[in-house]
């Protein structure tokens, strides 16, 4: 079937041919071919044959046979997906026969896996390599946008509330609670970099190491998995120019369905006639709202909300976003040396107004062949950032009344309480919000690296590096009393440093016997050392002289708040890998790295990281020679153990914290213990397992990567609930476990590929099931969030899961209310909660687990194409299955008499003869 697809696109080629022949057409005549391998001789289906500097064209049917008209001495480009593209000149010959090589380059494609590379038919992990082809050409404001949708396993979730903010990464789902689940970032060889420092354009490809045995290399950084990031470089010849620009917009996706006017002055009345009601029932809604005595001033209504500004804040606060990015670059050089020196701009204005982004870098990278055995390199990234941010979240300026007008004309801002005494919100207009606080935020950052390489002998060599990353930050705050609700002024300066030095010695070995055999190993020390080093300066409240100068030295410092500090962490690590190879057809790899931590008590500061892992190109057998639909099989298997430790510095120690008393009523700062010690306290490590099988089938024109995978986290850096009468309330320490397994698998197909226009698509699916497995002990702890949410940790049930009663209903009269069981105090209108353990009574043994915000599925599809010169990427991705505790919309339901939507307002018991969907209850008791 797939032989006749191929055939017809030949015939409709070689018809589109016939409606553009070129001037000479009429010397042309009809010649006949057959296009085979050139190693086994066999026909090849659908490769692309046009005469060159014409449009006339043809595909090989499924036989590899093609016709097509040509000049004698017309010229044949012949080219086809995984070969080396040829010109073939006709010279008179009516029947041609045509011999394809596979692509070198194909063949020996290489990924990074850390501390080298490797051929990727070679690799014997789950390793997923992006090049960058296009990826510099996307619009987006940060290099992780780039990625969405074309990693499986790899979820990326964007949350652009703040210009330049970095998204949330997950590989392979979250399996720490309280020691972090970002990827390690390794940026050209240097580890624990943010992509925030990198630019796209930049970019020469991107790997991500994704179980453990990959990742194991890096041992005791590597849980959350890595990315490996690697940086162009310069090639020998004449200095090539390079400019990438782009520009584009942002908007975000707001609601439409506000209130405002006469319907949200009903609602008022509705809503405050309910209340009453509920506060007294007998009371007489029949009493005019506004104005009388017999109805109490908490539940009257102002009419002069009638006749507001019917203002919809969400929308004036929010705003179209432009963004644009420029960079140029320049490389080049001599066999001697090679460049690439780069500069990049970009500018972002945020979705909420008054926020901004903007960033200048530099990227260098110098590559020396000192001489036959020597070379040596340096690489330098510096770059500046500077953003003015917003100290709310989007809810707090939609959330005000439509009725509260602007600015007025007088430069004073009106409050909700300006019109409705203490029955409103008692919150700060937006606008002045939005003009009133200058929140800014600057960063100067540099990472850097030099490299001194010897070849000792025939395919030993050593590789030398000093890299640091040096970050230094300041944010400077101001608010105008008019900001605030308390109307006192505010403010605070925090600067911050921290320098992060690196020194890494490898030594590989590289070499190949007769009978197919090779061989290849590293071992190598690190040392890493990071001090950091902060400023953290408050104003007192309102102690500002005038709201001009917004710098500290305009105002009285607030002792009891301020304060410096200074941290440092060091780590010590040995490593080393060998892989092993018998006629590219059976592989072995097996690594293990000894990390020792200075984060982590003098019994346990050394963790050991080993892995291994097996594959099988089965394609290579002799048995499989004869199969040309498949391209390449190979089956693959591997285990390993990496680790955890991104804890704060010195947590194994009793630290000391300040401590607020009030002797003879007056106001002291002081110390006091505020934890245990705990000189056992140490690595989370994570056990894997991965088997995964690639397929390519029509010579790579469809490519398929599945993995079925198992890790499980033990030893978790857990800060653990203690009684209040050790006179601390938590612990940190290593106890508990939890699993993750799943499915993932990739499928890629080249759908046209021809010398103008070409059509390629990826698609990605990752099933991923999360479980708590141990608590120490114990069965589940519960968190319960300020807002009223709960969380729980529970033995069998994914992390952090919602937990709460479950609501089956509304009591929408008083025979209901009688029917089910409630809580205490609970009136109608109020959620029926269902009865889980049916006694009869509603009791916290009847809260349940609701949901859950991890996705079970994740699904990604990227098209490519191309014409000419032109090209198009169309990137999509979706998360399934996972539940969202939205709060943001408990401030639209006129609970708070604050902005009003109406999906959220209509659907409301109001009465018992008005009961809405009758599954909504009223809104105060969803707060």
Same mark, same amino acid.
């Given at each position: 079937?797939?032989?006749?697809?191929?055939?017809?696109?030949?015939?409709?080629?070689?018809?589109?041919?016939?409606?553009?022949?070129?001037?000479?057409?009429?010397? &042309?005549?009809?010649?006949?071919?057959?296009?085979?391998?050139?190693?086994?001789?066999?026909?090849?289906?659908?490769?692309?044959?046009?005469?060159?500097?014409?449009?006339?064209?043809?595909?090989?049917?499924?036989?590899?046979?093609?016709?097509?008209?040509?000049?004698?001495?017309?010229?044949?480009?012949?080219?086809?997906? +995984?070969?080396?593209?040829?010109?073939?000149?006709?010279?008179?010959?009516?029947?041609?026969?045509?011999?394809?090589?596979?692509?070198?380059?194909?063949?020996?494609?290489?990924?990074?896996?850390?501390?080298?590379?490797?051929?990727?038919?070679?690799?014997?992990?789950?390793?997923?390599?992006?090049?960058?082809?296009?990826?510099?050409?996307?619009?987006?404001?940060?290099?992780?946008?780039?990625?969405?949708?074309?990693?499986?396993?790899?979820?990326?979730?964007?949350?652009?509330?703040?210009?330049?903010?970095?998204?949330?990464?997950?590989?392979?789902?979250?399996?720490?609670?309280?020691?972090?689940?970002?990827?390690?970032?390794?940026?050209?060889?240097?580890?624990?970099?943010?992509?925030?420092?990198?630019?796209?354009?930049?970019?020469?490809?991107?790997?991500?190491?994704?179980?453990?045995?990959?990742?194991?290399?890096?041992?005791?950084?590597?849980?959350?998995?890595?990315?490996?990031?690697?940086?162009?470089? +310069?090639?020998?010849?004449?200095?090539?120019?390079?400019?990438?620009?782009?520009?584009?917009?942002?908007?975000?996706?707001?609601?439409?369905?506000?209130?405002?006017?006469?319907?949200?002055?009903?609602?008022?009345?509705?809503?405050?006639?309910?209340? %009453?009601?509920?506060?007294?029932?007998?009371?007489?809604?029949?009493?005019?709202? %506004?104005?009388? &005595?017999?109805?109490?001033?908490?539940?009257?209504?102002?009419?002069?909300?009638?006749?507001?500004?019917?203002?919809?804040?969400?929308?004036?606060?929010?705003?179209?976003?432009?963004?644009?990015?420029?960079?140029?670059?320049?490389?080049?050089?001599?066999?001697?040396?090679?460049?690439?020196?780069?500069?990049?701009?970009?500018?972002?204005?945020?979705?909420?107004?008054?926020?901004?982004?903007?960033?200048?870098?530099?990227?260098?990278?110098?590559?020396?062949?000192?001489?036959?055995?020597?070379?040596?390199?340096?690489?330098?990234?510096?770059?500046?950032?500077?953003?003015?941010?917003?100290?709310?979240?989007?809810?707090?300026?939609?959330?005000?009344?439509?009725?509260?007008?602007?600015?007025?004309?007088?430069?004073?801002?009106?409050?909700?309480?300006?019109?409705?005494?203490?029955?409103?919100?008692?919150?700060?207009?937006?606008?002045?919000?939005?003009?009133?606080?200058?929140?800014?935020?600057?960063?100067?950052?540099?990472? +850097?690296?030099?490299?001194?390489?010897?070849?000792?002998?025939?395919?030993?060599?050593?590789?030398?590096?000093?890299?640091?990353?040096?970050?230094?930050?300041?944010?400077?705050?101001?608010?105008?009393?008019?900001?605030?609700?308390?109307?006192?002024?505010?403010?605070?300066?925090?600067?911050?440093?921290?320098?992060?030095?690196?020194?890494?010695?490898?030594?590989?070995?590289?070499?190949?016997?007769?009978?197919?055999?090779?061989?290849?190993?590293?071992?190598?020390?690190?040392?890493?050392?990071?001090?950091?080093?902060?400023? =953290?300066?408050?104003?007192?409240?309102?102690?500002?002289?005038?709201?001009?100068?917004?710098?500290?030295?305009?105002?009285?410092?607030?002792?009891?708040?301020?304060?410096?500090?200074?941290?440092?962490?060091?780590?010590?690590?040995?490593?080393?890998?060998?892989?092993?190879?018998?006629?590219?057809?059976?592989?072995?790899?097996?690594?293990?790295?000894?990390?020792?931590?200075?984060?982590?008590?003098?019994?346990?500061?050394?963790?050991?990281?080993?892995?291994?892992?097996?594959?099988?190109?089965?394609?290579?057998?002799?048995?499989?020679?004869?199969?040309?639909?498949?391209?390449?099989?190979?089956?693959?298997?591997? %285990?390993?153990?990496?680790?955890?430790?991104?804890?704060?510095?010195?947590?194994?120690?009793?630290?000391?914290?300040?401590?607020?008393?009030?002797?003879?009523?007056?106001?002291?700062?002081?110390?006091?213990?505020?934890?245990?010690?705990?000189?056992?306290?140490?690595?989370?490590?994570?056990?894997?397992?991965?088997?995964?099988?690639?397929?390519?089938?029509?010579?790579?024109?469809?490519?398929?990567?599945?993995?079925?995978?198992?890790?499980?986290?033990?030893?978790?850096? =857990?800060?653990?609930?203690?009684?209040?009468?050790?006179?601390?309330?938590?612990?940190?320490?290593?106890?508990?476990?939890?699993?993750?397994?799943?499915?993932?698998?990739?499928?890629?197909?080249?759908?046209?590929?021809?010398?103008?226009?070409? %059509?390629?698509?990826?698609?990605?699916?990752?099933?991923?099931?999360?479980?708590?497995?141990?608590?120490?002990?114990?069965?589940?702890?519960?968190?319960?969030?300020?807002?009223?949410?709960?969380?729980?940790?529970?033995?069998?049930?994914?992390?952090?899961?919602?937990?709460?009663?479950?609501?089956?209903?509304?009591?929408?009269?008083?025979?209901?209310?009688?029917?089910?069981?409630?809580?205490?105090?609970?009136?109608?209108?109020?959620?029926?909660?269902?009865?889980?353990?049916?006694?009869?009574?509603?009791?916290?043994?009847?809260?349940?687990?609701? +949901?859950?915000?991890?996705?079970?599925?994740?699904?990604?599809?990227?098209?490519?194409?191309?014409?000419?010169?032109?090209?198009?990427?169309?990137?999509?991705?979706?998360?399934?299955?996972?539940?969202?505790?939205?709060?943001?919309?408990?401030?639209?339901?006129?609970?708070?008499?604050?902005?009003?939507?109406?999906?959220?307002?209509?659907?409301?018991?109001?009465?018992?003869?008005?009961?809405?969907?009758?599954?909504?209850?009223?809104?105060?008791?969803?707060?």
């Amino acid at each position: 079937m797939k032989g006749r697809h191929l055939y017809l696109f030949g015939l409709l080629v070689a018809l589109a041919g016939l409606f553009a022949r070129p001037a000479h057409a009429q010397d &042309a005549r009809e010649i006949k071919g057959i296009v085979v391998d050139s190693i086994g001789q066999t026909p090849l289906p659908g490769v692309t044959i046009f005469v060159k500097g014409t449009s006339n064209g043809a595909a090989t049917s499924p036989t590899g046979e093609f016709t097509i008209r040509a000049a004698d001495n017309a010229v044949l480009v012949v080219s086809y997906i +995984g070969y080396d593209k040829i010109e073939v000149p006709v010279s008179g010959r009516s029947n041609i026969r045509i011999s394809l090589s596979q692509s070198k380059t194909m063949l020996n494609e290489t990924v990074v896996i850390g501390y080298g590379t490797m051929k990727k038919s070679s690799v014997t992990a789950s390793v997923t390599k992006v090049e960058n082809t296009i990826l510099d050409q996307m619009p987006a404001g940060r290099p992780e946008a780039a990625l969405v949708g074309r990693l499986a396993g790899v979820n990326i979730s964007q949350n652009r509330s703040q210009p330049g903010q970095a998204p949330t990464i997950r590989i392979r789902g979250a399996s720490s609670i309280d020691a972090g689940n970002e990827p390690l970032v390794v940026i050209d060889g240097v580890p624990g970099g943010n992509l925030g420092m990198i630019n796209m354009n930049d970019v020469q490809s991107i790997e991500v190491l994704k179980d453990a045995s990959s990742a194991a290399i890096y041992g005791s950084r590597a849980a959350g998995g890595v990315i490996i990031v690697t940086m162009k470089k +310069g090639s020998a010849g004449k200095t090539r120019f390079n400019f990438n620009g782009y520009a584009g917009l942002a908007k975000a996706r707001l609601h439409d369905d506000w209130i405002t006017g006469q319907e949200y002055y009903d609602y008022a009345v509705k809503y405050q006639n309910r209340e %009453w009601l509920w506060a007294n029932p007998s009371a007489d809604v029949s009493i005019p709202v %506004w104005g009388d &005595a017999r109805r109490p001033a908490t539940y009257q209504v102002n009419p002069v909300i009638n006749n507001g500004a019917n203002m919809i804040w969400q929308d004036e606060v929010m705003q179209t976003a432009p963004m644009q990015s420029y960079n140029i670059s320049a490389s080049g050089g001599t066999e001697k040396m090679t460049y690439y020196v780069s500069g990049t701009y970009k500018d972002e204005i945020g979705t909420l107004q008054n926020t901004w982004f903007k960033s200048y870098g530099v990227r260098a990278n110098v590559d020396v062949k000192a001489s036959k055995n020597v070379s040596l390199g340096f690489m330098l990234n510096p770059s500046y950032s500077k953003r003015r941010l917003s100290d709310r979240v989007v809810s707090d300026y939609a959330k005000i009344p439509s009725f509260v007008e602007g600015q007025r004309a007088d430069g004073t801002y009106p409050r909700p309480r300006d019109y409705w005494a203490a029955v409103v919100s008692g919150q700060t207009s937006p606008a002045a919000i939005l003009n009133g606080t200058y929140s800014y935020g600057a960063t100067f950052s540099n990472v +850097g690296e030099a490299y001194l390489k010897i070849d000792l002998a025939k395919g030993l060599s050593l590789r030398s590096s000093v890299g640091s990353t040096i970050a230094y930050n300041n944010s400077d705050f101001f608010q105008t009393s008019y900001a605030l609700s308390t109307f006192q002024n505010n403010g605070n300066d925090i600067t911050s440093n921290s320098i992060n030095m690196l020194n890494e010695n490898v030594l590989s070995y590289n070499t190949s016997f007769k009978g197919g055999h090779e061989l290849s190993a590293i071992a190598g020390a690190s040392y890493q050392k990071n001090r950091s080093k902060g400023s =953290y300066m408050y104003a007192v409240p309102n102690s500002y002289v005038n709201e001009t100068v917004h710098t500290l030295n305009n105002a009285v410092i607030d002792q009891t708040k301020s304060y410096t500090a200074n941290s440092a962490w060091g780590l010590v690590s040995y490593f080393s890998r060998v892989h092993y190879g018998y006629k590219e057809k059976y592989l072995a790899s097996a690594s293990i790295r000894t990390d020792g931590s200075s984060r982590f008590g003098p019994n346990n500061k050394w963790g050991y990281f080993p892995s291994a892992s097996l594959a099988w190109r089965v394609k290579q057998e002799e048995f499989m020679k004869g199969i040309s639909a498949i391209s390449d099989l190979k089956v693959r298997g591997s %285990w390993g153990i990496t680790g955890n430790f991104n804890i704060g510095d010195f947590q194994y120690l009793g630290q000391i914290k300040d401590a607020i008393y009030s002797p003879n009523n007056s106001v002291i700062k002081g110390q006091a213990q505020s934890n245990f010690e705990n000189n056992n306290l140490g690595w989370e490590k994570t056990k894997g397992w991965d088997v995964g099988i690639e397929l390519g089938l029509l010579k790579n024109r469809i490519q398929i990567v599945a993995d079925y995978y198992s890790k499980r986290t033990y030893d978790l850096l =857990y800060n653990v609930s203690v009684p209040a009468t050790t006179g601390f309330t938590s612990g940190l320490t290593n106890i508990g476990d939890v699993s993750n397994k799943g499915f993932e698998i990739e499928l890629t197909t080249r759908n046209i590929i021809g010398p103008k226009f070409t %059509w390629s698509t990826s698609f990605n699916l990752a099933m991923n099931k999360n479980r708590v497995e141990d608590l120490g002990g114990v069965n589940e702890r519960i968190t319960t969030d300020a807002q009223g949410m709960s969380w729980i940790l529970r033995v069998g049930e994914p992390m952090f899961s919602y937990y709460g009663y479950r609501q089956i209903g509304v009591y929408t009269d008083a025979e209901s209310l009688t029917k089910y069981p409630s809580l205490a105090g609970t009136k109608v209108g109020m959620p029926i909660y269902e009865d889980r353990d049916g006694n009869g009574s509603i009791t916290p043994n009847d809260k349940d687990i609701l +949901g859950n915000f991890q996705p079970k599925a994740i699904l990604g599809m990227v098209n490519n194409f191309t014409y000419k010169n032109f090209d198009l990427s169309i990137a999509m991705q979706a998360s399934l299955g996972s539940k969202m505790y939205n709060y943001e919309n408990q401030f639209y339901q006129g609970a708070l008499l604050g902005a009003m939507r109406r999906s959220l307002v209509e659907n409301q018991w109001w009465s018992t003869s008005d009961i809405g969907n009758g599954s909504t209850p009223a809104a105060p008791f969803l707060r």
